[in-house]
C-alpha cells in the first residue's frame, strides 16, 4: 500500500485545515487508515483512525471534538478535517494504514511521508 498526505500549511491558532491522504496499491485489502504527528523534540503520537467502510473511528483525547476522521474509497483518500486549531497541535503529520481498526493506534504497517502543519499564535 503507497500513502501520499497533503494540505499541510500555516494557519492562526483557532482556525481549521483539511488533510488528505490518498492510498494506493492493496486497497483490496480493506486497511484501516489513520493519521499521526510528530512535533519537534517529541516522539510520534497517534491522533485518530477509521476503519474500511468508515463506520468506526478512533481518535486521541488530546483531538476529541476537534478533530474528524472521514474517508471515500471512491476516491481512494482519507481526510484529517482539523479545527479549532491550536499551537500544541504543530507537528509533521502522517498517514498510516493498517488491516485492524483496534491495532492501528499502536502503529501503520504502511506509512505515507509526513506534511507540516504549523499553528500560530
Known amino acids: 500500500v503507497q500513502l501520499q498526505a497533503s494540505g499541510g500549511g500555516l494557519v492562526q491558532a483557532g482556525g481549521s485545515l483539511r488533510l488528505s491522504c490518498t492510498y494506493s496499491g492493496r486497497t483490496s485489502s480493506k486497511h484501516a487508515m489513520g493519521w499521526f504527528r510528530q512535533a519537534p523534540g517529541k516522539e510520534r503520537e497517534f491522533v485518530g483512525a477509521?476503519?474500511?467502510?468508515?463506520?468506526?473511528?478512533d481518535y486521541a483525547d488530546s483531538v476529541k471534538g476537534r478533530f474528524t476522521i472521514s474517508r471515500d474509497n471512491a476516491k481512494n483518500t482519507v481526510y484529517l478535517q482539523m479545527n479549532s486549531l491550536k499551537p500544541e497541535d504543530t507537528a509533521v503529520y502522517y498517514c498510516a494504514a493498517r488491516t485492524a481498526l483496534s491495532q492501528l493506534r499502536y502503529g501503520g504497517d504502511y506509512w505515507g511521508q509526513g506534511t507540516l502543519v504549523t499553528v500560530s499564535s
Open positions: 477509521i476503519n474500511w467502510t468508515g463506520s468506526r473511528t
